[in-house]
């Protein structure tokens, strides 16, 4: 009987022990596995932390080289302008100018005669100096913002030969970043207008009519706007802003907002339209559809961006709604209202 008992007492501890073997294999493979998970995540989070510094450096390094250019640039609009050359062929178109019989009943000159004044000093000083090969439509670095001192014409290029972009009215708004010896500002949009036509102190306007609430004084300012005056106008760019909302429907004034390039998880920035098309400044807008659907060309007769006036509807967003357009820009402008006009 004392045998049975102990073989029976040996057979359980062998099975106790087989159990406590089996026990600690199950735990050491666990502790392994749950090791092997860990490490492969620690692996992936410092590799995807190393990546997103190397992409913060990049951004860092390209933040750094536009401030330089730019810092650069400013550097040199403010030594440009006291060159000595650019003096030397301003000085006699102001001569010529003040030297000519003006009669004072007549109105301000218009931009070809200021043109015609300039040529006979380019000619003299090409004969003083022949050794000289200065572009006189060269541009050269220079920012300012000056005023329309009558209604003038946005020209694609430094002379009156080149096509009238748009009309500028008096008292508006220009920012500049160029000049020519010819006498001619560059502005922001790469478009040109007269010095001789401009002040660098804000001119005092008319206020023009605000657009009514009634939908009736609404259809009867458009019909004041889109009428063309019955007396001829006196100097080319009134003729030709009297052109530029022909065939057009006018709409009324927009609450006028900007974008820019947006920003994407993964750091980079998106540039692409609803419609599928790149972000463009001076072209691209984005609208309620339900009020201007996809596509449809607007014209702003005063440009915020200071361009052409055209846009064409690429683009909408959540917040765009009712008459509120939202232009696409590089840079930041400041919220305003304009009026728009649909170009049929």
């Given at each position: 009987?004392?045998?049975?008992?102990?073989?029976?007492?040996?057979?359980?501890?062998?099975?106790?022990?087989?159990?406590?073997?089996?026990?600690?294999?199950?735990?050491?493979?666990?502790?392994?596995?749950?090791?092997?998970?860990?490490?492969?995540?620690?692996?992936?989070?410092?590799?995807?932390?190393?990546?997103?510094?190397?992409?913060?450096?990049?951004?860092?390094?390209e933040?750094?080289?536009?401030?330089?250019?730019?810092?650069?640039?400013?550097?040199?609009?403010?030594?440009?302008?006291a060159?000595?050359?650019?003096?030397?062929?301003?000085?006699?178109?102001?001569?010529?100018?003040?030297?000519?019989?003006?009669?004072?009943?007549?109105?301000?000159?218009?931009?070809?005669?200021?043109?015609?004044?300039?040529?006979?000093?380019?000619?003299?000083?090409?004969?003083?100096?022949?050794?000289?090969?200065?572009?006189?439509?060269?541009?050269?670095v220079?920012?300012?913002?000056?005023?329309?001192?009558?209604d003038?014409?946005?020209?694609?290029?430094?002379?009156?030969?080149?096509?009238?972009?748009?009309?500028?009215?008096?008292?508006?708004?220009?920012?500049?970043?160029?000049?020519?010896?010819?006498?001619?500002?560059?502005t922001?949009?790469?478009?040109?207008?007269?010095?001789?036509?401009?002040?660098s102190?804000?001119?005092?306007?008319?206020?023009?009519?605000?657009?009514?609430?009634?939908a009736?004084?609404?259809?009867?300012?458009?019909?004041?706007?889109?009428?063309?005056?019955?007396?001829?106008?006196?100097?080319?760019?009134?003729?030709?802003?009297?052109?530029?909302?022909?065939?057009?429907?006018?709409?009324?004034?927009?609450?006028?907002?900007?974008?820019?390039?947006?920003?994407?998880?993964?750091?980079?920035?998106?540039?692409?339209?609803?419609?599928?098309?790149?972000?463009?400044?001076?072209r691209?807008?984005?609208?309620?559809?339900?009020?201007?659907?996809?596509?449809?060309?607007?014209?702003l007769?005063?440009?915020?961006?200071?361009?052409?006036?055209?846009?064409?509807?690429?683009?909408?967003?959540?917040?765009?709604?009712?008459?509120?357009?939202?232009?696409?820009?590089?840079?930041?402008?400041?919220?305003?209202?304009?009026?728009?006009?649909?170009?049929?």
């Open positions: 009987m004392k045998f049975i008992d102990s073989t029976l007492i040996d057979n359980l501890s062998r099975d106790r022990l087989r159990i406590a073997v089996s026990t600690a294999a199950v735990v050491a493979l666990s502790l392994l596995m749950f090791l092997g998970i860990y490490t492969l995540l620690e692996s992936k989070t410092r590799e995807d932390r190393a990546r997103r510094n190397a992409q913060a450096d990049v951004l860092l390094v933040a750094e080289s536009a401030e330089s250019e730019a810092s650069a640039e400013s550097e040199a609009s403010q030594e440009l302008p060159t000595e050359p650019t003096e030397e062929i301003l000085a006699p178109v102001v001569e010529a100018t003040e030297t000519e019989p003006i009669d004072v009943t007549e109105e301000p000159a218009s931009e070809e005669s200021v043109v015609d004044t300039q040529e006979t000093p380019s000619e003299v000083t090409e004969t003083e100096a022949p050794t000289e090969t200065t572009d006189p439509n060269a541009v050269e220079f920012y300012a913002t000056v005023y329309c001192s009558q003038i014409n946005l020209r694609s290029g430094p002379g009156t030969n080149y096509d009238v972009v748009r009309v500028l009215h008096t008292g508006e708004q220009i920012d500049v970043t160029g000049r020519t010896a010819s006498g001619w500002y560059r922001y949009s790469g478009n040109f207008v007269l010095m001789s036509l401009t002040s102190e804000p001119v005092a306007t008319t206020a023009a009519p605000t657009t009514a609430t009634t009736a004084t609404t259809s009867a300012t458009a019909a004041t706007t889109q009428t063309p005056p019955t007396t001829p106008a006196s100097t080319e760019s009134n003729t030709a802003g009297s052109a530029d909302i022909s065939g057009m429907t006018y709409y009324g004034v927009c609450h006028i907002t900007f974008y820019g390039p947006q920003l994407r998880s993964d750091g980079t920035y998106s540039v692409t339209t609803a419609t599928g098309t790149t972000c463009s400044e001076g691209t807008v984005a609208a309620d559809w339900s009020v201007f659907p996809a596509g449809t060309v607007l014209y007769p005063n440009d915020p961006l200071g361009g052409d006036g055209y846009y064409t509807v690429e683009d909408r967003g959540s917040g765009v709604n009712g008459s509120h357009l939202d232009i696409f820009a590089n840079g930041s402008h400041v919220v305003t209202d304009c009026e728009v006009y649909v170009v049929n």
